[in-house]
């Protein structure tokens, strides 16, 4: 079985050692038998996978709409009922409502992907060319789930994540963000052939919306419902057709086009930066680098203690435990237990599916 690091796993380990040693699936492998929180990012996210559902895109809204709050609706039901459950439905269904009426106004792409399972090579940076190998001779996986991948009218490929946030981002932090230029990396791995352009951060302000103005008459392509681009053009060069990069689009392209775009309306924010070839290949070193430490036997499991994160950590107590030199094993086994062999992601609708312009994208090759 080859050895598989899922994006939020190295984002564990670059946040925090022991929190990964504990939550790991290649380490302990804890995970608590206490109910799962409500998880509003997670549900919008859920409902963003069908609004933005390739196959359905050029379907009318009054049919798309209600799977999209059904949806949001499902994964908000799943957690066990609460005041803060039900405090999280009323504000993702506010939330929910006020991107419905806005991102008509700012997409200007059409859907190709969602939910889509990625996973690359991690190179051996000691050996250039080599991919890198466990001491048992498995081969060393990087594994993400791409919310949405999307085309725009020069015909360039962008990866999309949706976030909802308490406060929007300063650039420096997305500019920075090396998931997403690994996420970049990894899906040209996955989908050999495939360039992509940069990364689109779609936020949405988890913040009641009073006076938000008056509300958009037009989209932002012309197209009329959801806007963006349609999977079929009636031209007879339409984009469902197998060659996704049509000539006269690359010929039209921009030259080098802006490194960042941005724009604000109403609770959404959408930042799009261009990824150079140089930076998506020095995430790649990077995530090399870091695989070497995590396999490393000797790698030492230092905690990292920060109010950013450890109020959120569902290893406080054993932490707290170790830090005051005390066995935190009874409570490891009383309140944890192992979860699967490796990270699981629940498929989700149009995962690794079906859909509009699924149909013309190369396969990914047997790993
Ligand atoms: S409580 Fe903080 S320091 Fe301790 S494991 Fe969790 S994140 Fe790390």
């Known amino acids: 079985m080859d050895y598989r690091v899922s994006a939020p796993e190295r984002a564990a380990f670059k946040r925090c050692r022991r929190q990964w040693d504990f939550g790991s699936a290649q380490r302990q492998n804890l995970q608590t038998v206490e109910p799962a929180p409500p998880d509003l990012n997670r549900a919008i996210c859920d409902a963003l996978a069908v609004y933005y559902y390739p196959g359905m895109w050029d379907w009318q809204s009054h049919i798309v709409l209600p799977l999209v709050r ?86 360039e490929y962008w990866v999309v994540k949706h976030q909802v946030v308490p406060e929007w981002q300063e650039l420096e932090a ?13 899906w040209e791995q996955t989908y050999l052939g495939m360039s992509i352009a940069g990364t689109v951060h779609n ?105 950013a994160h450890c109020p959120q950590c569902i290893f406080v107590a054993p932490c707290l435990a170790m830090t005051e030199g005390t066995d935190p094993t009874l409570d490891l086994a009383s309140r944890f237990r192992a979860g699967p062999a490796v990270a699981a992601y629940e498929p989700r609708l149009g995962a690794g599916g079906s859909g509009g312009r699924n149909i013309a994208m190369p396969p990914p090759p047997p790993m």
């Open 70 to 155: 059904k949806a949001f609706l499902r994964t908000m039901e799943a957690v066990a009922p609460s005041p803060i459950r039900e405090a999280d439905i009323e504000l993702g269904t506010d939330l929910l409502e006020q991107y419905i009426a806005w991102a008509p106004s700012l997409d200007d792409f059409g859907p190709l992907k969602i939910e889509t399972d990625v996973e690359a090579l991690v190179p051996d940076i000691r050996q250039p060319d080599r991919g890198l190998l466990t001491s048992d001779g498995r081969r060393v996986l990087y594994t993400e789930r791409i919310p949405l991948l999307a085309v725009d009218a020069s015909d």
């Open 174 to 186: 997305l500019l920075l963000d090396e998931a997403a230029v690994a996420a970049c990396w990894a």
């Open 203 to 307: 936020e949405i302000l988890r913040s009641p919306s009073d006076e938000l103005g008056p509300l958009p008459t037009e989209t932002r392509t012309g197209r009329p419902g959801r806007g963006g681009y349609d999977q079929n053009e009636p031209s007879g060069g339409g984009r469902s057709i197998p060659q996704l990069q049509r000539p006269e689009r690359l010929q039209n392209r921009p030259g080098t086009g802006d490194r960042v775009e941005r724009e604000t309306i109403s609770l959404l924010r959408r930042t799009r930066i261009r990824r150079s070839r140089a930076e998506i290949e020095t995430a790649t070193q990077q995530i090399g680098a870091e695989l070497l430490e995590m396999l490393d036997p000797e790698l030492a499991l230092y905690p990292t203690p920060s109010p």
